[in-house]
């Protein structure tokens, strides 16, 4: 009997753990944190080995496989010694798509990517199609493919995940855009990162399809020296393009293979440019999988966005609120800035990923009035921004800062809470984050 070890009990290694027991794997899940307790009975119910708090290095370096949640670094001594044995270790994306013959949608970007991986499943399902959801957001992909017969799978896929792969291969590829984030994590060499988002497609063959944004310049510059063999289909706000989606007056026009809709651009639900972009994307793919143009059109005008992106929270005196708590890095904040229409008090900080706020600095002239910091150490954005707007306020837990927004906002004002950095110093996680804006906004 094969040893599969998964590293790290959460949604990946749980998801894991139960395909794995599926499969006829001998299962062994180790933890160098505590495993939730949700997880553990799921364990002590498949019967499966589990250790938490630290690993037993003997036992896991027997493994004939490994597979590692996306959160642990490659460059962890474990992981380098199952490495330097030749044992391989993989994502869980890796692991689970050896066991579906179902057509893969796969999504990845450093912006952009949940809430087209969001809208393109929405629309699948709202046509009839048998689709399940998963990868980065929701549910464990490889606990779907486990419990469930989908035909289709969207996936929406980190970097992280994409690093483990080998044979992994979506049968459509996105990539949304590429800025700089997680460079932590990729030896703060760029190229790296976008190596590493890149490998979506580097399985793919003449019959699959690779759609990108044709006004992204690193992802256009990086295609130009690194050619890839699946067909192209680009998107674009600002060119008319021979093939893929763009505008073409107030029309969205698609043209994939010999067939070309239009659908118009006001009937979008999401605002912004950059969700602009989303819709093409998700409905590009809706158009390669034969979704008639008016499912497609509907579908789009009916979908309700990702939570923490963009999210409304509530109008107090004519001042309004929203949670942007998802944006952990400076390209997903300057495309929150860059969709506010009137002045704007900005919630931002936290983490800093090696951040370089400088190509926020026009937006922030133009368009906003004062910065709330809300971080542990807020220095960079303080030295930042401190000559180019009049206020900046330093906080240190969320109730605080919303309550300075309110005391400092004026009718017509926005407050945006996006923080362009990662949430851990003062909370869980984003979506925390953004539950204690949302509940500090309702208790204003």
Not at 414 to 442: H, I, M, W
Request: proline letters at 2%; charged letters at 25%.
């Amino acid at each position: 009997m094969k040893k599969l070890v998964v590293l790290g009990g959460g949604e990946s290694g749980i998801g894991t753990a139960i395909l794995g027991k599926q499969k006829g794997y001998e299962v062994f899940v180790s933890d160098k944190g505590r495993i939730a307790k949700k997880y553990k009975d799921v364990l002590i119910h498949l019967g499966v080995d589990w250790e938490e708090e630290g690993h037993t290095e003997a036992r896991i370096l027997q493994a004939d496989l490994v597979m590692k949640s996306p959160g642990i670094p490659d460059k962890v001594a474990l992981v380098k010694a199952l490495l330097e044995q030749g044992t391989p270790v993989i994502s869980e994306i890796e692991f689970a798509a050896k066991y579906t013959d179902a057509t893969i949608i796969g999504i990845t970007g450093s912006n952009g990517k949940t809430t087209t991986t969001m809208l393109t499943y929405h629309i699948l399902k709202e046509a009839g199609l048998n689709v399940g959801m998963a990868g980065n957001i929701g549910d464990s992909f490889a606990k779907m493919v486990a419990e469930e017969q989908y035909e289709y799978y969207v996936l929406e896929i980190s970097s992280f995940q994409l690093d483990g792969i080998r044979d992994f291969k979506p049968h459509i590829a996105i990539i949304t855009n590429i800025s700089e984030d997680h460079l932590d994590r990729y030896e703060y060499k760029f190229e790296n990162y976008i190596a590493s988002k890149f490998r979506i497609a580097e399985n793919q063959r003449e019959e699959d399809f690779f759609i990108y944004d044709a006004d992204d310049e690193v992802t256009v510059s990086w295609l130009k020296d690194h050619p890839v063999r699946p067909q192209m289909l680009p998107f674009s706000i600002e060119k008319k393009l021979q093939q893929g989606a763009w505008l073409e007056k107030e029309n969205i026009r698609i043209k994939t293979n010999e067939n070309t809709i239009d659908m118009k651009n006001e009937a979008l639900a999401l605002e912004g440019k950059h969700n602009l972009k989303n819709t093409m994307a998700a409905a590009t793919v809706a158009k390669l999988v034969s979704i008639r143009k008016e499912t497609i059109r509907q579908s789009i005008q009916n979908f309700q966005g990702a939570p923490h992106r963009l999210e409304k929270v509530l109008k107090i005196h004519h001042v309004q609120y929203i949670n942007d708590s998802k944006a952990t890095n400076v390209n997903a904040t300057y495309y929150a800035l860059d969709s506010m229409s009137g002045p704007t008090i900005w919630i931002v900080g936290g983490i800093d990923k090696g951040n370089d706020y400088k190509s926020l600095m026009p937006l922030v002239r133009e368009k906003v009035k004062a910065i709330i910091c809300l971080g542990v150490d807020n220095s960079k954005i303080v030295e930042t921004f401190g000559n180019a707007v009049d206020l900046v306020v330093e906080t240190v837990a969320m109730q605080e800062a919303v309550k300075v927004a309110y005391k400092i906002s004026e009718r017509g004002d926005t407050v945006l809470l996006s923080p362009a950095c990662a949430s851990f110093d003062l909370f869980n996680n984003y979506e925390d984050r953004g539950n204690q804006f949302k509940e500090a906004v309702k208790n204003l």
